[in-house]
Protein backbone atom coordinates (compact mmCIF):
# COMPACT_ATOMS: atom_id res chain seq x y z
CA UNK A 1 0.00 0.00 0.00
CA UNK A 2 1.24 3.30 -1.46
CA UNK A 3 2.07 6.29 1.52
CA UNK A 4 0.81 9.39 0.30
CA UNK A 5 1.16 12.30 1.56
CA UNK A 6 1.16 16.35 0.80
CA UNK A 7 4.58 17.44 1.47
CA UNK A 8 7.66 17.30 -0.86
CA UNK A 9 10.47 15.09 1.37
CA UNK A 10 13.36 16.99 2.50
CA UNK A 11 15.70 14.30 1.24
CA UNK A 12 14.19 13.64 -2.39
CA UNK A 13 16.78 11.80 -4.29
CA UNK A 14 17.03 12.17 -7.74
CA UNK A 15 16.63 9.45 -9.58
CA UNK A 16 18.32 8.62 -13.01
CA UNK A 17 21.28 10.68 -14.92
CA UNK A 18 21.86 13.30 -16.65
CA UNK A 19 23.23 13.07 -20.21
CA UNK A 20 26.17 15.90 -21.06
CA UNK A 21 27.28 16.90 -23.80
CA UNK A 22 30.10 19.43 -25.02
CA UNK A 23 28.37 22.92 -24.53
CA UNK A 24 29.11 25.66 -27.51
CA UNK A 25 29.66 28.69 -24.85
CA UNK A 26 32.10 26.97 -22.07
CA UNK A 27 34.57 24.14 -21.57
CA UNK A 28 32.93 20.84 -20.09
CA UNK A 29 35.62 19.46 -16.52
CA UNK A 30 34.75 16.40 -14.86
CA UNK A 31 36.27 13.21 -13.86
CA UNK A 32 35.61 10.04 -14.72
CA UNK A 33 34.53 7.17 -12.38
CA UNK A 34 33.71 4.66 -14.63
CA UNK A 35 36.93 2.26 -16.07
CA UNK A 36 36.45 2.58 -19.59
CA UNK A 37 34.49 3.80 -22.16
CA UNK A 38 31.42 2.10 -23.82
CA UNK A 39 29.60 3.34 -27.02
CA UNK A 40 27.25 2.47 -29.75
CA UNK A 41 25.84 3.40 -33.10
CA UNK A 42 22.83 6.22 -32.77
CA UNK A 43 20.50 7.78 -35.24
CA UNK A 44 19.15 11.23 -35.02
CA UNK A 45 15.67 9.79 -35.56
CA UNK A 46 12.14 11.11 -34.95
CA UNK A 47 13.38 14.36 -33.47
CA UNK A 48 15.74 12.75 -30.75
CA UNK A 49 18.73 10.45 -30.43
CA UNK A 50 18.44 6.97 -30.38
CA UNK A 51 20.48 3.44 -30.19
CA UNK A 52 20.83 1.56 -33.39
CA UNK A 53 19.09 -1.31 -33.10
CA UNK A 54 21.54 -3.03 -35.71
CA UNK A 55 18.64 -5.87 -36.75
CA UNK A 56 14.71 -4.96 -37.75
CA UNK A 57 16.04 -1.11 -37.04
CA UNK A 58 13.52 1.00 -38.44
CA UNK A 59 15.77 4.09 -38.89
CA UNK A 60 18.29 2.01 -41.21
CA UNK A 61 14.98 0.85 -42.50
CA UNK A 62 14.52 4.59 -43.47
CA UNK A 63 17.83 5.05 -44.21
CA UNK A 64 18.80 7.34 -41.49
CA UNK A 65 22.52 7.68 -40.53
CA UNK A 66 24.27 6.72 -37.77
CA UNK A 67 27.06 7.43 -36.02
CA UNK A 68 28.83 6.02 -32.96
CA UNK A 69 29.15 7.50 -29.63
CA UNK A 70 30.78 7.03 -26.57
CA UNK A 71 29.64 7.42 -23.22
CA UNK A 72 31.11 7.43 -19.69
CA UNK A 73 30.25 8.27 -15.89
CA UNK A 74 31.52 11.19 -14.73
CA UNK A 75 31.64 13.21 -11.45
CA UNK A 76 31.57 17.34 -11.04
CA UNK A 77 33.62 18.25 -8.60
CA UNK A 78 32.17 21.70 -7.80
CA UNK A 79 28.63 20.35 -8.13
CA UNK A 80 29.21 17.16 -6.92
CA UNK A 81 26.96 15.76 -9.46
CA UNK A 82 27.27 12.09 -11.63
CA UNK A 83 26.12 12.35 -15.11
CA UNK A 84 26.98 10.90 -18.23
CA UNK A 85 29.32 12.22 -20.86
CA UNK A 86 28.31 11.78 -24.62
CA UNK A 87 31.04 12.40 -27.21
CA UNK A 88 31.39 11.41 -30.60
CA UNK A 89 33.90 8.79 -31.57
CA UNK A 90 36.86 11.57 -32.68
CA UNK A 91 36.12 12.82 -29.61
CA UNK A 92 36.09 9.91 -27.58
CA UNK A 93 40.15 9.03 -29.02
CA UNK A 94 41.58 11.18 -25.91
CA UNK A 95 39.96 9.32 -23.70
CA UNK A 96 40.76 6.09 -25.55
CA UNK A 97 44.64 6.90 -25.36
CA UNK A 98 44.24 7.86 -21.55
CA UNK A 99 42.89 4.56 -20.96
CA UNK A 100 45.24 3.12 -22.99
CA UNK A 101 48.13 4.32 -21.05
CA UNK A 102 46.78 3.97 -17.56
CA UNK A 103 44.44 0.72 -17.43
CA UNK A 104 41.42 2.84 -16.90
CA UNK A 105 39.64 6.01 -17.44
CA UNK A 106 38.54 6.41 -13.62
CA UNK A 107 40.28 9.42 -11.72
CA UNK A 108 40.79 11.21 -15.15
CA UNK A 109 40.05 14.98 -15.30
CA UNK A 110 38.85 16.04 -18.56
CA UNK A 111 38.23 19.30 -20.32
CA UNK A 112 36.12 19.29 -23.44
CA UNK A 113 35.59 22.20 -25.09
CA UNK A 114 34.41 23.65 -28.54
CA UNK A 115 37.11 25.89 -29.83
CA UNK A 116 34.82 27.23 -32.46
CA UNK A 117 32.03 28.22 -29.75
CA UNK A 118 28.91 26.40 -32.14
CA UNK A 119 26.54 23.87 -31.22
CA UNK A 120 27.55 21.44 -33.42
CA UNK A 121 31.63 22.15 -33.73
CA UNK A 122 34.09 19.61 -33.84
CA UNK A 123 34.87 18.52 -29.61
CA UNK A 124 38.53 19.05 -28.43
CA UNK A 125 39.32 16.74 -24.95
CA UNK A 126 42.43 17.16 -22.94
CA UNK A 127 43.08 14.68 -20.00
CA UNK A 128 45.28 14.68 -17.33
CA UNK A 129 44.96 12.73 -13.85
CA UNK A 130 43.45 14.04 -11.17
CA UNK A 131 44.53 15.16 -7.78
CA UNK A 132 42.61 12.34 -5.43
CA UNK A 133 44.24 12.94 -2.47
CA UNK A 134 41.30 15.37 -1.73
CA UNK A 135 38.56 13.34 -3.15
CA UNK A 136 36.36 9.88 -2.90
CA UNK A 137 34.86 9.46 -6.09
CA UNK A 138 31.29 8.19 -6.01
CA UNK A 139 31.34 4.33 -7.56
CA UNK A 140 30.73 3.81 -11.17
CA UNK A 141 27.55 3.42 -12.26
CA UNK A 142 25.25 0.97 -15.01
CA UNK A 143 25.92 2.94 -18.17
CA UNK A 144 24.20 0.71 -19.94
CA UNK A 145 21.14 0.50 -17.58
CA UNK A 146 21.05 4.53 -17.26
CA UNK A 147 20.98 4.96 -20.81
CA UNK A 148 18.19 2.38 -21.20
CA UNK A 149 16.42 4.67 -19.09
CA UNK A 150 17.41 7.79 -21.05
CA UNK A 151 16.43 6.57 -24.04
CA UNK A 152 13.13 4.63 -22.86
CA UNK A 153 14.12 0.88 -23.57
CA UNK A 154 13.34 -1.35 -21.08
CA UNK A 155 16.32 -2.71 -19.07
CA UNK A 156 15.59 -6.45 -20.86
CA UNK A 157 15.63 -5.21 -24.25
CA UNK A 158 19.37 -4.31 -23.78
CA UNK A 159 21.78 -6.77 -24.17
CA UNK A 160 25.03 -7.54 -21.72
CA UNK A 161 28.25 -6.95 -23.56
CA UNK A 162 29.78 -10.28 -24.59
CA UNK A 163 33.80 -11.01 -23.49
CA UNK A 164 35.18 -11.43 -26.43
CA UNK A 165 34.87 -7.40 -26.71
CA UNK A 166 37.34 -5.58 -25.43
CA UNK A 167 35.11 -2.53 -24.94
CA UNK A 168 31.42 -3.45 -24.40
CA UNK A 169 28.85 -2.21 -26.82
CA UNK A 170 24.76 -1.41 -26.37
CA UNK A 171 22.91 -3.98 -28.32
CA UNK A 172 19.42 -4.59 -28.04
CA UNK A 173 16.97 -7.46 -28.33
CA UNK A 174 15.43 -7.58 -31.58
CA UNK A 175 12.37 -9.83 -30.56
CA UNK A 176 11.77 -7.03 -27.73
CA UNK A 177 11.82 -4.47 -29.49
CA UNK A 178 9.98 -5.85 -31.96
CA UNK A 179 6.94 -6.74 -29.43
CA UNK A 180 7.48 -2.91 -27.89
CA UNK A 181 6.90 -1.71 -32.16
CA UNK A 182 4.21 -4.17 -32.47
CA UNK A 183 2.16 -2.79 -29.21
CA UNK A 184 2.49 0.60 -29.70
CA UNK A 185 0.57 0.02 -33.05
CA UNK A 186 -3.07 0.84 -32.95
CA UNK A 187 -5.60 -1.55 -34.47
CA UNK A 188 -5.68 0.53 -37.57
CA UNK A 189 -2.19 -0.13 -38.51
CA UNK A 190 -0.78 3.71 -38.11
CA UNK A 191 2.05 4.04 -36.27
CA UNK A 192 2.06 6.31 -32.87
CA UNK A 193 4.50 8.47 -32.33
Known amino acids: ?58 ACADNMPSRWHAYVA ?7 ETFIFETTAKGAQPLENYRDSFGTLRGCLFLAARPKRRKNAKVEIATKTADLTRITLPPPIDIMRAMAVIWQIPANACSTPSAEHSTPTVQTDPAVMHRMRSELQPANGKKTK
Open 74 to 80: CWDPRTQ
Open 1 to 58: MPHWTDHVPSNATKYGFDLRRTPPDRPLTAIIISPDLIGCHTHFYGGRTIPCEQTDCP
